[in-house]
Nanobody, 127 residues
Framework: QVQLVESGGGLVQPGGSLRLSCAAS????????IGWFRQDPGKEREGVSC???????YSADSVQGRFTTSRDNGKNTVYLEMNGLKPEDTGIYYC?????????????????????WGQGTQVTVSS
């Protein structure tokens, strides 16, 4: 069965760091672009960051300079390193896989490019 499982979420103080993991089973992430999305209650889901099969990345303006996406094909896992966390970063974080197009995007409307989604992991940034 194709499955994506996020882990690494939790409670962190403003300015702190977390590393999220997205582990795949049933298929190899090597051939896919991987996107990260987040949603806080009462807000629209938004794209955060993504990485294509070549390792090229894209990040939303709101997280540029603070979040970094990387992949380890040997472990069939993608990571999201989050630094300088802010309360507005709070939300459920989802990873998703889609057919690589030579680049990746998580701009508004890009959700349709991603076919497999994880269950999400909660990130709470609060003092």
């Amino acid at each position: 069965q194709v499955q994506l499982v996020e882990s690494g979420g939790g409670l962190v103080q403003p300015g702190g760091s977390l590393r999220l993991s997205c582990a795949a089973s049933g298929f190899s992430l090597d051939y896919y672009m991987i996107g990260w999305f987040r949603q806080d209650p009462g807000k629209e889901r938004e794209g955060v960051s993504c990485i294509d099969r070549d390792g090229d990345t894209y990040s939303a303006d709101s997280v540029q300079g603070r979040f970094t996406t990387s992949r380890d094909n040997g472990k069939n896992t993608v990571y999201l390193e989050m630094n300088g966390l802010k309360p507005e970063d709070t939300g459920i974080y989802y990873c998703a896989a889609g057919q690589d197009l030579g680049y990746c995007t998580v701009m508004t409307g890009a959700e349709g490019l991603y076919h497999y989604w994880g269950q999400g992991t909660q990130v709470t940034v609060s003092s």
